[in-house]
């Protein structure tokens, strides 16, 4: 199984990322649990991507495609922004977050609390980023 979306760079396009996850993510072994985590993990990549990478930009977008093999869910999102690897990103402090009340900052660390792998790469003005889940057969 293969699905692709395409979005915009706008904030109000989570609503159509969302409600294409849930029609995807339709599998028997996925609990609803498991599936709100992982609709939670890939908007948060593509909400830090519309908002960081491209500045809300609607002329820019950010492609989506969903692929099930044996065993696990891959979600390969791919754009053309500024890049921003999630593996060198750097878990703050929460003690420090809470004392200072700040909004955000913490959507990273959800994203790889969820997934089991997450893989990046950037060539050619191209960054892909895959988030890997998976499961016990």
């Not at 609503?15 to 993990?41: V, W």
């Not at 922004?81 to 999630?86: D, E, I, T, V």
């Not at 200072?100 to 997934?115: A, H, N, P, Q, S």
């Not at 050619?124 to 057969?137: A, D, E, H, V």
């Amino acid at each position: 199984m293969e699905q692709r979306i395409t979005i915009y760079c706008q904030t109000t396009a989570l609503a159509e990322l969302r409600d294409f996850l849930r029609g995807t993510l339709t599998m028997p072994f996925l609990s609803e649990n498991d599936k709100l985590q992982l609709i939670l993990a890939v908007e948060e990549v593509c909400a830090n991507l519309i908002i960081h990478s491209h500045g809300c930009n609607a002329k820019d977008h950010i492609d989506l495609e969903v692929k099930e093999s044996p065993g696990k869910l891959v979600f390969e999102i791919t754009d053309k922004g500024k890049a921003f690897n999630l593996l060198d990103y750097e878990i703050p402090d929460l003690n420090k977050v809470k004392g200072e009340k700040r909004k955000g900052g913490l959507g990273i660390i959800l994203v790889k609390r969820i997934m089991d792998e997450i893989e990046f790469e950037s060539a050619k003005g191209t960054n892909t980023c895959r988030l890997i889940k998976w499961f016990q057969s």
